[in-house]
């Protein structure tokens, strides 16, 4: 039983990291400079910081809780 809860929050988690990622991008696309949607799209970890920039709060805070609880699933799913 743990491990399925484990492995859907992990599931769930990754697609919406995915998604919210995808929103921010598409939001800095529609904004000068655009190539900060095609750096954030590579370098993920900028993509929160580029849209707290742009007063994307909400997308940018689900973002990084989005990726904690992923890490904390991928983590106690190891031990």
Excluded: N, Q
């Amino acid at each position: 039983m743990k491990d399925l809860v484990l492995l859907s929050l992990c599931v769930l988690s990754f697609a919406s990291l995915v998604t919210i990622h995808c929103t921010i991008v598409f939001g800095l696309a529609m904004r000068r400079p655009r190539s900060r949607a095609a750096l954030a799209f590579v370098v993920a970890p900028l993509a929160p910081y580029f849209a707290l920039r742009e007063g994307m709060t909400f997308r940018a805070g689900s973002w990084i809780v989005a990726a904690v609880v992923y890490a904390l699933g991928r983590a106690l799913s190891r031990s």
